[in-house]
């Protein structure tokens, strides 16, 4: 089993920055993807960014040039560099970990954090 636990959540103002991070806890073999999501009251949850087990990356349209995904593959950490913050970013920021396996030859799998509220107000 995976555990994903994110921390770093907040209130910010508009404008600011906040940093997000995601450890990957428990026994596995891999982890191929992880990941941001979010989702704000009323609406589907969305990628907000993804980081290769290579560190290649994609980033959901509304935060291009704004957040910076990166990962430690030896810490099993993902994190959520936040800059220039607006109030669409308010939400809960989901982690998620795809194509892992627990062992080296089993199916892959994939885990969600439980989240964490980003509040961007003034």
């Known amino acids: 089993q995976v555990e994903l636990v994110e921390s770093g959540g907040g209130l910010v103002q508009p404008g600011g920055s906040l940093s997000l991070s995601c450890a990957a806890s428990?026994?596995?073999?891999?982890?191929?993807?992880m990941a941001w999501y979010r989702q704000a009251p009323g609406k589907q949850r969305e990628l907000v960014a993804l980081?290769?087990?290579?560190?290649?990356?994609d980033y959901g349209d509304s935060v291009k040039g704004r957040f910076t995904i990166s990962r430690d593959n030896v810490k099993n950490t993902v994190y959520l560099q936040m800059n220039s913050l607006k109030l669409d970013d308010t939400a809960v920021y989901y982690c998620?970990?795809?194509?892992?396996?627990?062992?080296?030859?089993?199916?892959?799998?994939?885990?969600w954090g439980k989240g964490t509220l980003v509040t961007v107000s003034s």
């Open positions: 998620k970990a795809s194509g892992v396996k627990i062992r080296r030859y089993s199916d892959v799998m994939e885990y």
């Open positions: 428990g026994s596995f073999f891999s982890i191929n993807n």
């Open positions: 980081i290769t087990s290579g560190y290649g990356t």
